[in-house]
């Protein structure tokens, strides 16, 4: 069901119908005869996740066979921002921005976990659910990674760290003035903040 019926090509066997999730008679009639409801919904257009709840209800209204809240945890597909890496799933930023080398998060959360999936392993997992003969469970956790907060910041700073020198310099004066001799940093660093809260 869309709001626009998609100008591309569909594969055979794929039926458009246009509706609205506010009428709940309606959805209940487009619903009629089919056997299993996938719902992207976008939530935070929907804080009240009010077309996600007529889309259940008009479900179990009109009989849909299969139902479960598929819980994939989080597209790592996003941590690719502003780059698309999947053709259906729209790059969105998140608190952790691979692009400019930045993360925001909760201090003293480095062990803090989260589930990451592409979105590639997410719809092999959808059609493997479609052609399953046994029991949907009612909750359908998918987990693809499992990874610490502090892990996926140094994944980050691994994959796009850059080492190009600028904060060292050269010589020269060093090597004309061999008598000037440097404060090393540890020694200057403890003694300035010696005594300090």
Excluded: C
Aim: no cysteine; net charge negative.
């Amino acid at each position: 069901m869309v709001q626009d019926i998609p100008t591309e090509k569909t594969a055979p066997g794929i039926t458009w119908k246009i509706t609205t999730y506010q009428d709940k008679d309606q959805l209940v009639e487009a619903l009629h005869g089919v056997h299993t409801v996938l719902s992207f919904l976008v939530t935070q257009e929907d804080p009240a996740s009010i077309a996600q709840k007529n889309l259940i209800d008009a479900a179990i209204q009109a009989g849909v066979l299969e139902y479960t809240l598929f819980q994939p945890g989080t597209f790592v597909n996003y941590l690719t921002h502003p780059y698309q890496s999947a053709k259906h799933l729209h790059s969105m930023e998140l608190f952790f921005d691979f692009e400019n080398r930045r993360a925001i998060f909760i201090d003293d959360g480095d062990n803090d976990r989260m589930s990451f999936i592409t979105v590639e392993d997410f719809t092999k997992v959808i059609v493997q659910a479609v052609e399953f003969d046994g029991e949907w469970p009612v909750i359908g956790g998918i987990r693809g990674t499992d990874i610490s907060i502090g892990n996926l910041i140094a994944l980050g700073e691994k994959v796009r760290a850059t080492h190009d020198g600028a904060y060292s310099v050269s010589d020269e004066w060093n090597r004309l003035l061999p008598s000037f001799q440097p404060a090393p940093i540890e020694e200057f660093l403890a003694k300035s903040w010696h005594g300090k809260p």
